[in-house]
Antibody
């Protein structure tokens, strides 16, 4: 069974940093594309970033230059380093498997507030 | 103008069919795009329903009932999610998605209410 579990969320001040993790199990992690998607409170879904099995990376314009996606295939883990956080980055952050976003974790809440 | 536009809400009776549209921005041809559909219930992550690029290349999510199906309306430049035999458990938010200009783009979402 595919399992994705995010962690690392919390309360941070504007301008601060957080590092999110996504622990994957139940599939061959190294062979899959992975994504981060977020959802602000009461709002719709917003794709954040993508990383291929070979390391190709894409970012949404809203986070480009501030967020960094990475993966550790030996640890079956996906990461999102978030710097220069803004109030409008407040959201539940999900990791999602594959280019079709076919499997999702339960999400981790990031709150950016002073 | 958003890349993908969905009606904000849709209401239908149990047993009826509901057709959810996902309209692509003018200048972007739906025929060239894979359209993905997701269902999200309150307090839960989205669930992948299906992918519809064409009749010959569609993909149903694992465990997704066959009463959920996809299609395209070229004249409307839209992807369509059809829910047949609507059930109370289908009450949820529905999002379409596609890959455009090196980014995944989600539609604005449709809230489906089963009356």
């Amino acid at each position: 069974e595919v399992q994705l579990v995010e962690s690392g969320g919390g309360l941070v001040q504007p301008g601060g940093s957080l590092r999110l993790s996504c622990a994957a199990s139940g599939f061959s992690f190294s062979t899959y594309e992975m994504n981060w998607v977020r959802q602000a409170p009461g709002m719709g879904l917003e794709w954040v970033s993508y990383i291929s099995s070979g390391g190709t990376i894409y970012y949404a314009d809203s986070v480009k230059g501030r967020f960094t996606i990475s993966r550790d295939n030996a640890r079956n883990s996906l990461f999102l380093q978030m710097d220069s956080l803004r109030v409008d980055d407040t959201a539940v952050y999900y990791c999602a498997r594959s280019s079709g976003l076919t499997d999702w974790g339960p999400g981790t809440l990031v709150t950016v507030s002073s | 103008q958003a890349v993908l536009t969905q009606p904000a809400s849709l209401s239908a009776s149990p047993g009826a069919s509901a057709s959810l549209t996902c309209t692509l921005r003018s200048g972007i041809n739906v025929g060239a795009y894979r359209i993905y559909w997701y269902q999200q219930k309150p307090g839960s992550p989205p669930q992948y329903l299906l992918r519809y690029p064409s009749d010959s290349d569609n993909h149903q999510g694992s465990g997704v009932p066959s009463r959920f199906s996809g299609s395209k309306d070229a004249s409307a430049n839209a992807g369509i999610l059809l829910i047949s035999g609507l059930q109370s458990e289908d009450e949820a938010d529905y999002y379409c998605m596609t890959w455009h200009s090196s980014a995944f783009v989600f539609g604005t979402g449709t809230k489906v209410t089963v009356l």
